[in-house]
């Protein structure tokens, strides 16, 4: 690195606050930090040549390479696939048709047993859904839970 390197040295100083904090030129100031940033230099040195206490230069560095990491990372998330499986209805026949194609066949038996009433109130529906990133998600409703499942399914969508 020459000295016609650090053309902008020392630092202009824009304006000066009534607290005696100084405002410095932004361009200059860039430039201070990418020289910072290259290989083999003195953070120090840099900045007695530009005039600004080093403490200051390395909090100047290291609040420019958050931004470049949050930037870089704000790219990632924006361009990452959906957590999210779409929902498709496929038939749109009661739940209690639903229910009884979900559920295992009755296996048929020798003796009939007398009529008692069931445990479940209403027919059962199971759904299963694998997500992208290998979340499986399980819901299993009767047919009076239509409201919760959609509402639930609404929430996920939201996300």
Same mark, same amino acid.
Request: hydrophobic residues 40%.
């Given at each position: 690195?020459?000295? +016609? ?24 100031? &860039? ?35 958050? &931004? ?24 749109? !026949? ?6 009884? +194609? ?6 048929? !038996? ?5 009529? &008692? ?10 759904? !299963? ?14 047919? &009076?839970? +239509?409201?919760?499942? +959609? ?7 939201? !996300?």
């Amino acid at each position: 690195m020459t000295d +016609t390197d650090f053309d902008f040295l020392p630092l202009r100083v824009t304006r000066t606050c009534a607290d005696g904090k100084h405002r410095y030129d932004p361009e200059g100031k &860039r430039k201070l930090i990418e020289a910072c940033r290259r290989p083999g230099a003195s953070l120090a040195g840099l900045a007695l040549k530009a005039g600004v206490n080093a403490n200051q230069l390395r909090k100047w560095v290291q609040l420019q390479e958050r &931004r470049e990491v949050a930037g870089v990372l704000h790219g990632a998330i924006a361009q990452a696939p959906s957590a999210f499986v779409p929902v498709v209805l496929i038939d749109e !026949s009661p739940a209690s048709t639903l229910a009884e +194609t979900a559920l295992p066949a009755p296996q048929p !038996s020798l003796q009939r047993e007398p009529a &008692r009433p069931s445990l479940r109130a209403a027919p059962r529906a199971r759904l !299963s859904a694998t997500l992208p990133n290998g979340v499986v998600l399980e819901l299993e409703c009767s047919g &009076r839970d +239509t409201s919760l499942v +959609t509402a639930m399914i609404a929430a996920l969508g939201a !996300s």
